[in-house]
DNA sequence: CCGCTTCTCCTACAACTGTCGGAGGTATCC
DNA sequence: GGATACCTCCGACAGTTGTAGGAGAAGCGG
């Protein structure tokens, strides 16, 4: 009885990103975009994290054609968030304002985007005010 | 030649809080902590992951009196950033402004956070429209 | 002095992760 | 129809992480 939770390792998590960034993809399409990337790996390496990923209900496949075709089952939104809250409860006692904090002190924000925080905030300020009220 | 860096895992991250939040302590000081939040581990665990910390660098040890007395050397600070960083960049493409407003979006702050994010955004607001001008 | 408690050191082991090679099937191309 | 090129399946192996037990030193209460 040693581990029993399944985590993505970071190799792993690679390929996915390839799956979402290209969609649905044979071993072989992961394969390529991963060299294109630098990433190299043997073709088995790969066929290896896509069956893995889907021991472990990441992603999904059927086999149209001739070869595997392989599909996200797991968002890039659902692992943000789920990332996120255990970044936040690991390593900020639960309370999201610290990160935030840092995020906006120690990041480069264009101007669009400063927009939009501030538009956001301003939002933010208002329900609470009124809430309180 | 598989894996060649050193990472945390949750658990021995969790060794690290323990040194973060009590200061320096021996083995049997963090058992007690842990015990007290419920986590159940051997004593010699809890060494285990002390000694390995200690291999990665992530604290140093002083046999002062009876037994050692471990302090972590890696501050919780650091880890943060580096945290922060790689999930930036694997799960945000390296921009940290989505992540900023997901994290405004699906957080609850209190009146006191808000406030020090809205000086924040207007402090950044201003030096971008100077540097831009 | 003797046993009990406590420490350290070493060893072990199972699960998970990163990485791949070989065996064997099928399609394809002269 | 045999060589070529892919594909899938299975097994393997080393390194990492989670978890712990046993052997042996060292201090303490009686």
């Given at each position: 009885?040693?581990?029993?939770?399944?985590?993505?390792?970071?190799?792993?998590?690679?390929?996915?990103?390839?799956?979402?960034?290209?969609?649905?993809?044979?071993?072989?399409?992961?394969?390529?975009?991963?060299?294109?990337?630098?990433?190299?790996?043997?073709?088995?390496?790969?066929?290896?994290?896509?069956?893995?990923?889907?021991?472990?209900?990441?992603?999904?496949?059927?086999?149209?054609?001739?070869?595997?075709?392989?599909?996200?089952?797991?968002?890039?939104?659902?692992?943000?968030?789920?990332?996120?809250?255990?970044?936040?409860?690991?390593?900020?006692?639960?309370?999201?304002?610290?990160?935030?904090?840092?995020?906006?002190?120690?990041?480069?924000?264009?101007?669009?985007e400063i927009q939009k925080l501030h538009a956001l905030i301003d939002e933010l300020d208002q329900t609470e005010t009124d809430s309180d009220s």
């Amino acid at each position: 009885m040693a581990k029993r939770q399944y985590e993505l390792g970071t190799a792993e998590l690679q390929i996915l990103r390839v799956l979402w960034s290209a969609g649905p993809c044979t071993v072989r399409d992961v394969l390529e975009r991963l060299h294109e990337q630098g990433r190299k790996l043997a073709y088995t390496t790969v066929q290896t994290f896509l069956t893995r990923l889907e021991q472990k209900g990441f992603v999904q496949s059927d086999k149209t054609g001739l070869a595997y075709v392989f599909e996200a089952t797991l968002s890039r939104t659902r692992l943000r968030k789920s990332r996120v809250k255990s970044l936040v409860s690991q390593l900020y006692d639960g309370a999201a304002a610290p990160l935030v904090l840092q995020l906006i002190r120690s990041e480069q924000f264009t101007k669009d985007e400063i927009q939009k925080l501030h538009a956001l905030i301003d939002e933010l300020d208002q329900t609470e005010t009124d809430s309180d009220s």
